[in-house]
């Protein structure tokens, strides 16, 4: 299995560039982030040149504390469509292959009638980038639009855009839903990224409620050949945490 370090979390302490450069020197596979709005694209594109990793992927703006994104607010769908086209432009200015669209705090009919709004517009506008919904845990991210994976698999299937794709947090999946196994297998056609870290703690990926193993090996016999994303929060240096590389690695 091939790991992709989310310097969201990981080296989060170094500037992105010099993130990118710490993941490779530790032997991840690829990169991903949240937020790489502070940094000039082309310090960024230097740093994966540099290291031939590539960037997954990145997110749209999450906005004032509290908020993760504004995509399926009502009456903010003019600075939500700026975001999705700044995070466009950002993707395609360092090669990264997709877009995490967030869709913010809100609930009811007319949320989901913005969300699939500015989801269609950030589908046609990119279509050579994978757009991501991702369900986030209520727990820490109480009233955020999108919790389950059947409501994200039933947006998906509404739009119908082949680059609309879900992004299976298995964190976030097996704290309100479980059956992780089978909820790989079921939805594997909608998946567009794997994220991985331990429940509850969010840790590293080798303690805890979910077994990494056994889910790299169901996707490994699933025919899944992308880096799954390590999206987890180092206790103390990234460095120092990196004990669960060598054995995922290996299946
Ligand atoms: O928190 C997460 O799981 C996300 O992947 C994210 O990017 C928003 O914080
Ligand atoms: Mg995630």
Not at 33 to 50: G, R
């Amino acid at each position: 299995m091939q790991f992709s370090a989310n310097l969201g979390f990981l080296w989060s302490d170094l500037a992105l560039p010099d993130a990118i450069r710490a993941a490779a020197a530790a032997g991840f596979d690829a990169v991903e982030c949240h937020w790489p709005y502070a940094h000039a694209p082309e310090a960024v594109s230097a740093a994966l040149a540099e290291t031939g990793l590539a960037m997954l992927g990145l997110n749209t703006l999450r906005g004032q504390p509290g908020e993760n994104g504004l995509s399926a607010i009502p009456g903010r769908e003019a600075e939500a469509r700026a975001e999705i086209d700044r995070a466009i432009t950002y993707a395609r200015a360092i090669g990264c292959g997709s877009v995490h669209v967030m869709a913010g705090v809100a609930e009811g009919p007319q949320a989901e009638t913005v969300f699939l709004a500015n989801l269609d517009h950030a589908c046609r506008a990119a279509p050579d980038l994978t757009i991501l919904i991702e369900p986030l845990n209520s727990y820490d991210a109480p009233g955020y639009f999108l919790s389950r994976s059947d409501q994200a698999v039933a947006l998906i299937e509404r739009l119908g855009h082949p680059n609309l794709k879900l992004m299976f947090d298995c964190y976030h999946l097996q704290i309100m839903e479980g059956d992780l196994t089978r909820r790989l297998t079921r939805l594997l056609p909608v998946i567009g990224h794997v994220q991985i870290a331990a429940v509850p703690d969010r840790g590293t990926p080798d303690h805890g409620e979910v077994d990494y193993r056994h889910i790299c090996a169901v996707l490994r016999d699933l025919g899944w050949d992308r880096p799954l994303g390590a999206e987890y929060k180092p206790v103390g240096a990234t460095g120092d945490s990196l004990g669960w590389l060598p054995e995922l690695r290996r299946i």
